[in-house]
């Protein structure tokens, strides 16, 4: 009776172990240059005002920067290189030709703020 009672815990035991699973539905992509790649909409973004930063994977990146006034539409565009190196991004000659340096934080896949560019997050387009 007792080894009977054994195995049917331990089988309930095994079963409910395996049946758990781990919660990764909703989980961040680690931060890496991969992560990165695309186009990223600043969200302070209107009908009159888009800032957009697009990371290639040839190591450029891409900022425009379009306004739109009455019946006018101004829009620059830069390319840059970039990388990555412990958790730091550094684009060459961004701003008065010289490197601008940033961290990041994913605050999910579609989401990152770059903190030494702007107190607004980027947006996945």
Known sequence: ??????SILLTLLCAI???CSSDDDNTIES??????????????FNENIQYKLTF????TVLRTFSTQTNDDAISTA????????????T??????NTNASTGYEFLS???VVLTGLSEFEFVRQ
Do not use: H, Q, V
Request: aromatic content about 10%; cysteine-free; proline content about 2%.
């Open 91 to 96: 684009i060459e000659n961004f701003e008065n």
């Open 31 to 44: 931060p890496s240059s991969d992560s990165l790649i695309g186009e990223w909409l600043r969200n302070d």
């Open 78 to 89: 830069s390319s840059y290189n970039w990388t990555i190196s412990n958790d730091i991004i």
């Open 56 to 59: 290639n994977t040839d190591n």
């Open 109 to 111: 896949n579609e989401t």
């Open 1 to 6: 009776m007792k080894f009977k009672l054994k």
């Open 17 to 19: 172990t395996l049946a």
